[in-house]
């Protein structure tokens, strides 16, 4: 089982950028592909983006694609979400999440992931 923590959240305005960052607990971290999920008021959770174990295969909602950039770092048990040009339509709470296996974007964009952080505010003002 792993233990997700979210950070880096808070206010910015639009075109600005912000990066957030999952701390996760766990020895096996280095064997869970990780993701990111966001959920806006009103809406349902939504996939965001996803990296696999490894960190070679990154996968991307289209709606962050080019603006949006995945990364982790196995040695520190961390994976972040680089947000540039950010919108008022990102205001969500993001959620870092992690699989067992790697199942691809399509996959995780429908059935989610096994285990969830509690979530972080990112708020995008105009």
């Known amino acids: 089982q792993v233990q997700l923590a979210e950070s880096g959240g808070g206010l910015v305005q639009v075109g600005g950028s912000l990066r957030l960052s999952c701390a996760a607990s766990?020895?096996?971290?280095?064997?869970?592909?990780m993701g990111w999920f966001r959920q806006a008021p009103g809406k349902e959770r939504q996939f965001v983006s996803a990296?696999?174990?490894?960190?070679?295969?990154?996968s991307y909602a289209e709606s962050v694609k080019g603006r949006f950039t995945v990364s982790r770092d196995n040695a520190k048990n961390t994976v972040d979400l680089q947000m540039n040009s950010l919108k008022p339509e990102d205001t969500a709470v993001y959620y870092c999440a992690a699989h067992s296996k790697w199942k691809g974007g399509s996959y995780y964009y429908t059935n989610g992931m096994d285990y969830w952080g509690k979530g972080i505010l990112v708020t995008v003002s105009s």
């Open positions: 990296i696999s174990a490894s960190g070679v295969i990154t």
């Open positions: 766990g020895r096996t971290f280095s064997s869970y592909a």
